[in-house]
Nanobody, 120 residues
Framework: QVRLMQSGGGSVQTGGSLRLSCTYSGYTYLMGWFRQAQGKEREGVAAIRTGSGSPFYGASAKGRFTIAQDNAKNTLYLQMNRLEPEDTAMYYC????????????????WGQGTQVTVSS
């Protein structure tokens, strides 16, 4: 059984950077980051296949966010640069075995969430 523990997040001004971390136990085929802004659906931000290390990004993350894994530390990261107020949301780490990397249905284990707030 996979378990996830998130850390990081916080408040930053427009243009700033934050890094989210997700420490995991157990093996998982797919890991990803999702976010949910108030009143909106949860959306996939970035995902990675743990075996190959191949990343995949949603449109909102391309060119600004980087997903990475450190197998020695069993930790998944999301480096977020050039943050904008539209990035304000609760961010969730997730693990799963599905094929569609940014679909919620591909994931069955979720972290506790961490708030990211970007002010203008």
């Amino acid at each position: 059984q996979v378990r996830l523990m998130q850390s990081g997040g916080g408040s930053v001004q427009t243009g700033g950077s934050l890094r989210l971390s997700c420490t995991y136990s157990g093996y998982t085929y797919l890991m990803g980051w999702f976010r949910q802004a108030q009143g909106k659906e949860r959306e996939g931000v970035a995902a990675i296949r743990t075996g190959s290390g191949s990343p995949f990004y949603g449109a909102s993350a391309k060119g600004r966010f980087t997903i990475a894994q450190d197998n020695a530390k069993n930790t998944l990261y999301l480096q977020m640069n050039r943050l904008e107020p539209e990035d304000t949301a609760m961010y969730y780490c997730a693990a799963g075995t599905g094929e569609a990397m940014l679909q919620r249905s591909s994931y069955d284990t979720w972290g506790q969430g961490t708030q990211v707030t970007v002010s203008s």
